[in-house]
Structures are given as C-alpha cells and as structure tokens.
C-alpha cells in the first residue's frame, strides 16, 4: 500500500517568496496534519484538515494556510517568505481525527528560503 | 514552557548496552503518548504508544507516570540499527502531536 507521499522533495525559494506544498494521505485517510521541523527540532504543528475544514492550528503567523480537497489531499502555503521559514515541512495522514488514530508521517518536503 | 520537554543527547553507547530516555510534558489534559523513532534526513515514524500500565515490544519498553507528567523509554540489548533521534510526543486535543526535540542515540560497535 502507498503510503503518506509529498511533493515536492526539495525546494529552493527566495525571501519575499510564495511556496505550496502538496500532500496526498494514505488511501481512506481522511485527516491530514502538517507539521514544521527545523533543524535540530522535533516537528512542530501547523494545522489539522478533516473533512476538508480545519480543525486545528498552531502557532503560526497568517503567512501560513493550507486547505484539504474533496479527494483528501492538501495544499500547504506559505507567503512572504523568510528565512527563517527553512525546515522540513511534514505532512501526516490518520484515517479519523480520535486520539487513538495513529499519524502517518510522509517522507517530507525540505525548503530551503535564500 | 515547552510542551514537551527531553534531553537533547547525544547518547553514545556500546553495542548490547541499555539505555533509557526521559521526558516531561506539561500539560496535564495531555490523553496520549507516543515515541517516534527519526533517522537521520527522513520522516518520524511511530515506535510504540505508552500507557499507564507500561507497555513493551521485544526490546523496548515504555512507562508512562501521570501524577510527576513523565514518559520513558528503556532500550535493552541497543545494536547498531537502533542509531537514530528518539521523540516523546504528547497528544493533547483532537489528535494535535506535540513532540519534544529528541533524543539523539549512537550505539558504537
């Protein structure tokens, strides 16, 4: 079975710059959460999709969105970049939204702000 | 204060030694507890839950103490293969990860 895929591996922008990120979950998966690691850090949560509405946020500035599809994929987007914005950005997959629904981590997408 | 809290290592040990991995997390409402085991440049992936009643698969065993907030991994008989960033991660809300900042591990041959 495929799992949690992301797209794309790796990205060069610049300062000032707009950047989506695309994440397709796991088949029947239905939740799909992303999160930012910088390096050196554990990952840290951005939002929650389920459903195609948003479930739930971190602490993030505005610069950030994202949006779920009928099909359950994703789209992360970042506007005005900075370089401080440079991680790993990881998307997960559970099949609900429970406590009890384990998270599947895709590979990833690293983006590098010059 | 951070939500979850572990000593960042590095933890270098002998091939066949034991090791342990604490954390802390500070939310009391935290309802689930996880390790995730990292290598290096790829995605977590999920270790094993911890419970309340401790919990263990082959090597590895979980505890988990509510009433002092604390979670701990113990890795018997570590190879070489068990290289790699450990992260104690709480759950807290619907399904929101909150994960510390990982605990690095070297076994040595």
């Known amino acids: 079975d495929a799992g949690v895929t992301q797209s794309p591996t790796h990205l060069i922008k610049t300062r000032g710059q707009q950047v989506t990120l695309r994440c397709s979950p796991i088949?029947?998966?239905?939740?799909v959460s992303w999160y930012q690691q910088v390096l050196g850090q554990g990952p840290q949560f951005i939002f929650q999709?389920?459903?195609?509405?948003?479930?739930g946020r971190g602490n993030f500035p505005d610069r950030f969105s994202a949006r779920q599809f009928p099909n359950y994929s994703s789209e992360l987007n970042v506007n005005a970049l900075l370089l401080g914005d440079s991680a790993l950005y990881l998307c997960?997959?559970?099949?609900?939204?429970?406590?009890?629904?384990?998270?599947?981590f895709g590979p990833g997408t690293r983006l590098t702000v010059l | 204060r951070k939500e979850v809290e572990q000593d960042p290592g590095p933890f270098n040990v002998p091939e066949g030694a034991t090791v342990a991995f604490n954390c802390t997390y500070s939310?009391?409402?935290?309802?689930?507890f996880f390790w995730y085991r990292q290598d290096c440049r790829k995605e977590p992936k999920l270790l094993m839950s911890?419970?309340?009643s401790g919990n263990e698969d082959g090597r590895f065993t979980a505890q988990l103490n509510r009433a002092s907030q604390y979670i701990s991994l113990l890795i018997r008989d570590s190879k070489l293969s068990d290289s790699a960033t450990y992260l104690c991660?709480?759950?807290?809300?619907?399904?929101?990860?909150?994960f510390g900042t990982g605990t690095r591990l070297t076994v040595i041959p």
């Open positions: 997960a997959s559970s099949l609900q939204r429970g406590i009890t629904d384990t998270q599947y």
């Open positions: 088949s029947g998966h239905k939740s």
């Open positions: 999709y389920y459903e195609k509405e948003e479930r």
């Open positions: 939310n009391s409402a935290s309802q689930s």
């Open positions: 911890v419970y309340s």
């Open positions: 991660v709480a759950q807290t809300g619907a399904n929101n990860l909150f």
